[in-house]
T-cell receptor, first 114, second 111 residues
Framework: DADVTQTPRNRITKTGKRIMLECSQT?????MYWYRQDPGLGLRLIYY???????NKGEISDGYSVSRQAQAKFSLSLESAIPNQTALYFC?????????????FGPGTRLTVT | GESVGLHLPTLSVQEGDNSIINCAYS??????FIWYKQESGKGPQFIID?????DKRQGQRVTVLLNKTVKHLSLQIAATQPGDSAVYFC??????????FGQGTRLTINP
């Protein structure tokens, strides 16, 4: 079984709809991240959480919100989806003890907003 | 601001040749640099990292070189194989807080 799972894997939604992307991990890591990937722009950090009570904005948090329901679960919400939020979304985890901050990524969710 | 960038967006090499993927960074405070590989339809996977106090680190068929004088990082892949086809990202981190990724280089292997 995969260590980091994301649901759904693909989603098409309409402008203005609320949508939630979910991430679960079995690695026992305390740190979790949400990234967005657009063609030619690499991965950009949306939000990150260092433990259940810690939530931090990344470089592109506007239009997104997150919830850390448990150590193993971190969800990303788009309150009112817009077409320029069409992208590939990745969840990642890391161990606070790892100075190199190696991150383990999920398989991604491809989101299309029409 | 801090940024990590790549010199070339695409790289094509012959199977069996060595590949060199380059990366420039701007944050002198970064204490680790990491290379990730992303295959089509998958999330990025860790390849190798290097601490800022090192110049070179070797793994299985891969070598990372760090030149702090010119703020340059490279990933060398020996005897490139079809399975090496992917997008490669460099990333930097400081204080184990978060990673900053470059744009990525697509490596294509010619038979």
């Amino acid at each position: 079984d995969a260590d980091v799972t994301q649901t759904p894997r693909n989603r098409i939604t309409k402008t203005g709809k609320r949508i939630m992307l979910e991430c679960s991990q079995t690695k026992g890591h305390d740190r979790m991240y949400w990234y967005r990937q657009d063609p030619g722009l690499g991965l950009r950090l949306i939000y990150y959480s260092f433990d259940v009570k810690d939530i931090n904005k990344g470089e592109i948090s506007d239009g997104y919100s997150v919830s850390r329901q448990a150590q193993a679960k971190f969800s990303l919400s788009l309150e009112s989806a817009i077409p320029n939020q069409t992208a590939l979304y990745f969840c990642a985890t890391s161990d606070f003890r790892d100075r190199a901050n190696e991150q383990y990524f999920g398989p991604g969710t491809r989101l299309t907003v029409t | 601001g801090e940024s990590v960038g790549l010199h070339l967006p695409t790289l094509s090499v012959q199977e069996g040749d060595n590949s060199i993927i380059n990366c420039a960074y701007s944050n002198s405070a970064s204490d680790y640099f990491i290379w990730y590989k992303q295959e089509s339809g998958k999330g990025p996977q860790f390849i190798i990292d290097i601490r800022s106090n090192m110049d070179k680190r070797q793994g299985q068929r891969v070598t990372v070189l760090l030149n702090k004088t010119v703020k340059h990082l490279s990933l060398q892949i020996a005897a490139t194989q079809p399975g090496d086809s992917a997008v490669y990202f460099c990333a930097e981190t400081w204080g184990a807080q978060k990673l900053v990724f470059g744009q990525g280089t697509r490596l294509t292997i010619n038979p």
